[in-house]
C-alpha cells in the first residue's frame, strides 16, 4: 500500500508540476451537484476450485460539489449520500440481500487539456484521482461501527465540456469512469477467509460520475 499511495503522489505531482508551468493560467471556481456509484467491489471465495462465498457491494447516489480550476488543473470536493443492495451467496446456505446507505466526502484532483472549439465552447479531456472518505454507513438500519473501513483510492478518466454564458460565467458538464484499490473492509474480509483455507479474491470496484456545475471565471 506505501508504495501505491507514493505513486500516486508522485503522480499528482507530475500534474501540479505540468499545470503550472503554463503561463497563461485561468483561475475560475464553481459548484454543482454529482451523481457516482461503484458498480463492484466485494470479495469471492474458492475452495478447491468451487465457488464457496460471495459478497458484492455496489451502490450508488448523489450529491453536491465545489471546484477550484487553473485550466490545466481541476480540484474539487464533493460531499454524497448513497445507497445500494449488498449480496452475500454462501455454498450450501443461499443469498441474502442487504440494504446499505451510507454518506462521504469525495476530494478529487485532475489534470485537463482545454480544446477551444469556439469563443463559447470547449471540450477537455480528464485524467486523475480521488480520495473517497466514507463518514457513515448502516446495513439494513443498523450503524456500521468502521464506516471508514469503506474507504479507498480512485483512478479516473474522462472528459467535459464548458459553455460560457457571459465572459466569465459558464456551464459545466462531465463524466468520469474509474475504479478504486480495494479497502480495509475488503482486505480484512481475504485475510479471513483466507485463514479459513479458501482462496479469496477482491471483485474490482469501478463505477460512473456525471457532474453538472456552475462556474465563475475571473
Known amino acids: ?7 500516486a503522489l508522485v503522480f499528482v505531482s507530475l500534474i ?11 483561475i475560475s471556481i464553481g459548484a454543482g451537484g454529482y451523481f457516482t456509484s461503484d458498480f463492484g467491489g466485494g470479495v469471492e471465495a474458492k475452495v478447491s476450485g468451487i465457488k464457496a462465498g460471495t459478497l458484492k457491494t455496489p451502490y450508488a447516489g448523489g450529491g453536491a460539489f465545489v471546484f477550484f480550476d487553473a485550466t490545466f488543473l481541476e480540484l474539487n470536493l464533493g460531499i454524497f449520500g448513497a445507497g445500494g443492495e449488498w449480496e452475500e451467496y454462501g455454498y450450501g446456505v443461499g443469498t441474502f440481500k442487504y440494504d446499505v446507505t451510507g454518506s462521504g466526502l469525495d476530494i478529487g484532483l485532475f489534470g485537463k487539456y482545454p480544446i477551444m472549439i469556439n469563443d463559447n465552447f470547449s471540450l477537455f479531456p480528464l485524467l486523475g484521482i480521488s480520495y473517497r472518505a466514507i463518514l457513515s454507513a448502516k446495513l439494513d438500519g443498523e450503524k456500521a461501527d468502521d464506516p471508514g473501513d469503506l474507504s ?66 475571473f
Open 1 to 7: 500500500m506505501a508504495k501505491k499511495i507514493i505513486l
Open 16 to 26: 501540479i508540476g505540468n499545470a503550472f508551468a503554463q503561463t497563461d493560467l485561468k
Open 152 to 217: 479507498a483510492l480512485w483512478f479516473k478518466f474522462g472528459g467535459g465540456i464548458d459553455y460560457s454564458f457571459t465572459e466569465n460565467i459558464f456551464f459545466r458538464a462531465g463524466i468520469l469512469y474509474g475504479f478504486r484499490l480495494k479497502n480495509k473492509f475488503e482486505k480484512d474480509l481475504v485475510d479471513l477467509f483466507d485463514a479459513m483455507g479458501a482462496k479469496t479474491d477482491t471483485l474490482l470496484g469501478n463505477g460512473l460520475e456525471i457532474k453538472l456545475a456552475i462556474g465563475y471565471r
